[in-house]
């Protein structure tokens, strides 16, 4: 009996070596401390909400940075921004402390931030409906209690586009992160410095290239209290050569065909139809730059500058058109009007533009007019001399109704219809040079607004 007890005492004993032997190999693994110190951290951490800090007039200082990898998508027509980034944000946490002896080897723990506070960092800029899109990550502790929490995030935000400069436009999108419920007292937000470049995290975007992400801190004074933000102003500049080459250059390409419907000659009878296509193209151009743009009445690009002289061209060459045809196929028995001629003969700009396009033409055509007009001036005396002798000449007059012979039959004869079209080749080519003016007066206006703006926009 005595000697069972031994035994069992003796089993006992060694099986409570056995276990102590175990615990301290699994003291010395190190994925044990890992466990034991997580656990030992969160069983005592308690509620989440309050800030971790020992003193309650303490002010935690949260460090914030922001990366932007790609761009996503700005719209310009609804003036948004989506993009994805790396957000970190470094603060630190009385109640996440250790000794390292005690727990050798455990350089840094990584902890779910579900089960520990969280600085409320807000965008103020976000437009989506589901807030910011962070990923649940976990944080990293380190043993004097300072947490590091690096993100990817997808950040959709308002833009305020400025299209005065389109295509050739540099866009400023702010991104503004603040505290929603502590103020400068409990919480104060600044920015990380980092000098490792927007260039390691940036991913090229074939529309938009990143020339620089700008970080202030600053403090806005609310009803509420003093509260600290940081902004981030992300610097985008528009690669143009594909909006130049798809809309620009076909553009003014139009411009000058709109100038080729006023050379095109009045007999082919396609000045018309060749203003109307032009002026369906400028429309459609202007239509799909439109699209691409707010509408907005502030910042109206620069661009639309140069579209609506065109437009008022292409307008102008098709009421040219149809004027110019109505004069060219004039009835050939009635006479210009004398103010009309007047202004064909006499002005010196039509005088110029005659001789550009009928050198010699304008002298024979004077010439058969004033033979013709003599010519009914003499058989008009004649017909008189002759009415009172009441003698007829079938010969001197070949038009005769019921005997009687008039100015207006013997007008009939004469042909007005090189007068006709001498006019309206007059009006025709003053049109062309209103039309030519307005062009370039266009052209070196839109550029002058494009140099000047870029100027003030770099000063």
Not at 131 to 160: H, M, N, Q
Not at 251 to 260: A, E, H, Q, T, Y
Request: proline residues 5%.
């Amino acid at each position: 009996m005595l000697i069972t007890c031994w035994i069992m005492a003796y089993g006992w004993i060694l099986l409570y070596l056995v276990t102590m032997l175990m615990v301290a190999i699994q003291a010395t693994n190190p994925k044990g401390l890992h466990s034991i110190l997580t656990k030992e951290l969160l069983s005592d951490y308690g509620p989440t909400s309050p800030r971790p800090v020992s003193d309650v007039n303490k002010r935690i200082n949260v460090e914030i940075n922001l990366a932007v990898v790609r761009v996503i998508e700005l719209n310009e027509r609804h003036q948004t921004l989506q993009q994805s980034a790396f957000l970190d944000m470094h603060w630190h946490d009385d109640y996440l402390t250790w000794n390292t002896s005690a727990y050798p080897d455990v350089n840094v723990l990584i902890l779910p931030t579900d089960q520990i506070w969280r600085p409320d960092i807000h965008l103020f800029e976000n437009v989506d409906r589901n807030f910011e899109s962070f990923k649940d990550v976990s944080a990293w502790v380190y043993p004097d209690g300072t947490v590091i929490w690096a993100t990817p995030v997808i950040l959709y935000t308002a833009c305020r586009i400025d299209a005065r400069l389109f295509p050739f436009d540099t866009q400023h999108c702010t991104l503004r992160f603040g505290s929603w419920s502590y103020d400068i007292n409990q919480l104060n937000l600044t920015p990380i410095n980092r000098t490792d470049g927007i260039a390691n995290f940036f991913i090229e975007n074939g529309v938009w290239h990143l020339e620089d992400v700008i970080v202030e801190s600053v403090v806005n004074v609310y009803p509420e209290g003093i509260f600290p933000e940081v902004v981030y102003t992300v610097v985008l500049h528009r690669r143009p050569l594909f909006h130049v080459l798809s809309f620009i250059l076909p553009c003014v390409l139009l411009s000058f065909l709109n100038l080729l419907a006023f050379i095109l000659p009045t007999a082919s009878g396609e000045k018309v139809s060749l203003g109307i296509t032009n002026l369906l193209a400028l429309v459609l151009f202007q239509q799909l730059i439109g699209d691409f743009l707010p509408p907005s009445s502030s910042d109206m690009p620069i661009i639309s500058y140069y579209f609506t002289p065109m437009i008022l061209i292409g307008c102008l060459s098709i009421v040219s058109g149809v004027l110019v045809a109505a004069l060219y196929h004039q009835d050939k028995t009635k006479p210009v009007p004398q103010w009309l001629l007047d202004l064909t003969r006499v002005h010196p700009l039509t005088n110029a533009t005659l001789q550009l396009l009928e050198p010699n033409g304008n002298d024979e055509v004077k010439k058969s007019a004033n033979s013709s007009e003599a010519g009914v001036r003499a058989g008009v005396r004649k017909n008189s001399s002759v009415s009172n002798g009441h003698c007829v000449s079938a010969i001197a007059y070949p038009v005769q109704e019921r005997g009687v012979f008039t100015d207006d039959h013997l007008r009939s004869r004469i042909d007005y219809s090189s007068d006709w079209r001498k006019v309206a080749a007059v009006i025709d080519k003053l049109i062309l040079m209103f039309g030519i003016m307005l062009t370039v007066s266009a052209i070196i206006i839109t550029v002058v607004l494009f140099i000047t703006s870029e100027e003030m926009n770099g000063i």
